[in-house]
Structure formats: C-alpha cells, structure tokens
C-alpha cells in the first residue's frame, strides 16, 4: 500500500508549482469538467434510486467504473497541483454475486464521498476555476482596454465610474491600473487558488483512515493466512521427510545392527557384512537429515548471516555469479531467513528457467529497507501469474510487508527486485563483493 | 604425530582421541571452544589440528576462522576441517592462502577409521584434501571447466580424486588400473596444467588448487 501523506488543506510548500500560464490552462478544463461532474453524479444518484426497479442496476454497476475513473483523474490532476500523490480509496470487490458486490460498494465510504466531492466540485471547485478565469480575463481586458475602446463604435464603452469617467481615448488608458492590480490579484492568488481547489480533492477523495485500516487490515489477514497455510505445509513436509528418511534408515540401521549382534558368534563374516550395512544406513540417514536442515534453516546462514549465506549459495551455484552486498550488520533471524530463502528462490529460477549462465545479485540495506536483486540474462518472459516460485517468494516476503517486482521480457533480460522493511542490529563493516 | 582436537561435542571429542590415539597419533590438546582453540593452535604448534567448524562461543563459524587465524600466523600449519555440512565457501577461504596442508571433510568421513586416520596424515604432509561433494560442484561449474577443458575425462577423474586426497596407490586400486597407469596420468596433468617438474607433493597441491581456481 503506497503511504498517503495527511490530509489537510494546507498546500504542500516546497512543492514548485506549475506555471501560471499552464495553470490557465487546468483551471479551464477543470472548470467545465467540474459541470460535467454534475452530469456524473447525477446519473450515479438516479440509477442507484432506480436499483429496486432492476434496471438501474445494471447501470449503476456499468457506470460505476467510469464514474471512479472520471474520478481518479482528478485525484492524479489533483495530486500534481499538491505535489504528492493521493490514493485510490476504494476497497477491493469481494467475490460473489451483485448482491455482495452492491452491498460492498454502498458499504464503502469512498463511494459517498466520491459523490460528496462531485457536488462540492461542481459549486465551491467550479468558484475557484472561475475565479482563476475571471481574473485572466480581467487582466486582458482592462490592459487591452484603450484599443477595444479605439477599435470599437464610438460610445460603446463609455462608462461613469464613481471618481472618473472613460469616454474618450485618452481617459480609456485611465483604467490600466485595474488591470494591473488584477495582474497582482492573479499573481499572488491563483496557485493557491487550484492549491485549495486541489486541497479539496485531496480532502474529499483520499482513504479515510478508517479505509486505510480496513485495507491494512484485509492484507494483513490474507497475509497471515498465507503464512500459516505455508507454515504448515512446510511442517507437513519436514515430518513426511523425517519419516520416509532418516527415522526409516535409523531402524533398518538398529536391524542390521541387531543381527550383526545375533549372528557374530556364529558367522563372523555374515556379521560383518551385516556392520557394513548399518554404517551405509547410518551414512545415508545423516545426509538426509542434512538435506533436511538445508532446507529448514542453513547452516551457513546461522555461521555467516544473510551475505555469508547468499555467497555461499552463489559459490556452490552452476552459475557464474556477480555478488555485491552491502549490509551493515545483522537481520533479525526471521527476516534472515525469509530473505535468504527469496533469493535463492530466484536464483534457482535463473537456474532451472532462464537458460542463462550468469547471474547478478545485489543486496543493499539503506537503513530502512532491505532491497535484493538478481538479474539474469537469459530468456525471460518470466511473469508473477506463472510461476509458483515467484508466488513463493511473494508469499515469504508478504509475511513482512515486503514486495515482489518482477520485470521479465521475452527474450531477457530478467530483474526481479525484493524489497523488505526492517532493521538491522550490531552493525559490521562488510561491503563484499566478488564473482563466484 | 602431535595433534590438536576442538570440537564442542564431548562426545566426539573423546571419539576422536579414542580413533586417533589408538593409531597412534599423539593428542596434546583438546579444546571445546574457538578462542582455546586459536592459543593451543600458536602455543603447542601441532603437526596437525582437526577442528570442527562450529564452536562455542558464537556456535557460528568460530573453528574456521580460529583456524584460518593460526595459518596466518603460521604459514602452512596442517588443518583438517570438520563439519556438519560443507561449503564451496568455505573451502575456497580454507585454500586460498595456497599453502596447501588443508582438510575440509563431512563428519561422516570418521566412519572408515582407517581412511579417515590416512586422510589425517595426508593433511599434516602437507597434502589437500577436500569432499568429494564440493569437487562435484566445483566441476559443474562452466567458468571453472575452461583451464581444465584439455584433460581428458580419465585425466578429471584423477584430478578429483586426487583433490580427494587419495595417493597414485589408492587411485589405481579406486579405478581399477595399474598404479603406473594412474602415474602416467597424473603426469599428464601437470603437463596440461603447466606445473614444472618439482617435488611430487607440492605438485600435487598445485593441482588440486588449479582446480579449485582460487
């Protein structure tokens, strides 16, 4: 979820506004926009009344996205005036039918304050366009004045104003002076002028924060479930393994060792044969339980934390890999893990899909956020949708508000990027960096 | 033959002063922690350790790192590593100072006694000796194939075994040839690899570092 920043009428300073003479230009297409918002929302309101009747369902649910499209535009033409970006509000549709769906959306506060922030355009929005136009046009008229007057029937423009009067040439340049204070006027208050037009949209069109809850929240729990639901497969896994390997081979290693026993003073050769076979069960059940711990919780990450870990892996690869870590110091071992397993994810991915014989990795921690990438060379075309991996790996991370990024063109090259918030603690000098 | 032991496990600990005295290996020290292991390692100056990577007190890789301290300080001191599990990185940080005198072997390996007590004394003479896990790896790798690309598969096969730490005797009992055979090998391969005639071991440290590409 992108951060919003807070929601006051208060324009962002440091933000370099536009241009004055583009802001003309917006404050024309946003002012005849906000009447067509008019027409919007009105036909939003009649064929919602018109739901119970049947027909203005399907309408309403037809004109629901181009009423939310109309007004995420505003939100991104809003958002440039102010300089930062507002979200989009509206919560996710759940599955089901229109029934559920209507209720989602007439549940949404963001499909009430859409239309709230409609009306509000169309009055207090369209005041501050015309504001901005009036002002242009006072400047062009008052400053342009003794030629229309010139140029115009004689006493068409004659006017009494209360100190002095224009009915000729000469006192016509009388009136310059209005137009440069409406230079002035225009000057000093037409940016903040779309400033508060824009503060308006940004009031009205951002996620409550009780929107933002409720979103925090759906992803919160569709995370969590996809870590139990892993957490548990992977148990599953660990268990199905300790029992069809090593506990399997440590029996038949206690068989042989008990015939060996039976038999060693009849047949010491048969007894020795039968040794044989217990160190080769016992020999296969370490390498088992090895693997096992492999994939569980790598030795070498314990040894040698995230960078150690991902060289080691990097070194042992087919591959060829370019390795450039900066990491000041340690992870909590959780996101270790989490982070260890995602890149040698990928990286098996370069292995087993790409076709490629290099590879990059770069891990970097600026303080805030762990950013890893590898990037291949090779066919590409690998995409979120298809691979279970990748799923994986958004899986792993999503259990820490990390994120997946995934940029894969047919034919290469492949950069996946993966980000995760955390901190780090005992700091460590080690910027590595080596081919492997 | 003096040799240090540190491994935090009781134990193995005893297991292996039990294996190695009975061959009749002396063990002068015994330690259960990384910076004992770095003092008996300066002080006693055995003819050979056997360390086990993970040590107290960090239970990371405190045993390696003791252990590539002490080569430092002294140059070639025979190390025979002993782990859990190997890693091609590990190994790499072991051969690098090209001294040769270097073990890196899976625990497991202690259960052919007498292999494992050969292997012992091939690390204090200076040899390499090395897991048969990582030469597979390190064979996979393309980049590591092109200075190796002219031996011929017999020549590689011999080539890992010997990185394996094996002699020309147990090579050719390994491969089924006479021991002549494996000797002419083994001199083809330095040939390929450019090793001028010298004493035989130290060529076949080279060798083996050749192809480890450190």
Redesign the interface.
Known sequence: MAPTGEHSLVPAREQRSEPLFELIGWALVLGVLSEIGILVAVVFLVSFALIPLGAGLAVFLAFLPFQRSFVDWHRTRAGRILGKEISRPYLPLPQGNWLTQLRAITHDPATWRDLAWLLANATLGLFLCVYVLALVSGIIWYLCFPAIYFFSPDGLFDIDYWYFAVNDLTTSYLVLPFGIAFLLLFWKTSAPAMRLYAGLADKLLSPTQSSLLTMRVRELSESRADTVDTQAAELRRIERDLHDGAQARLVALGMSLGMAESVLAKDPAAAQSLLAEA?LA??QA??EL?DL??GVH???L???GLA?AV??FA??S?L?TNVQIDIPGRLDPPVESASYFAVVEALTNVIKHSGA?RAEIRLRHDGEILTMQVTDHGAGGADLQGGTGLRGIQRRLGAFDGRLDVISPVGGPTVVTMELPCVLSSPRISPSSGTA | MRVVIAEDLALLRDGLIRLLTAHGLEVVEAVDNGPSLLRALLTQQPDVAVVDVRLPPTFTDEGLQAAIEARRQIPGLPVLVLSQHVEQLYARELLSDRNGGVGYLLKDSVFDVDQFVERVRQVAGGGTVMDPDVIARLLAKPKNAEPLAQLTAREREVLSLMAEGRSNAAISARLFVTEKTVGKHTHSIFNKLGLAQSEDDNRRVLAVLAYFNT
């Open positions: 160190r016992n020999s370490l390498a090895r711990v492999r790598p030795p070498v314990a040894e040698r150690g060289e080691a070194v042992a087919p060829e014989t």
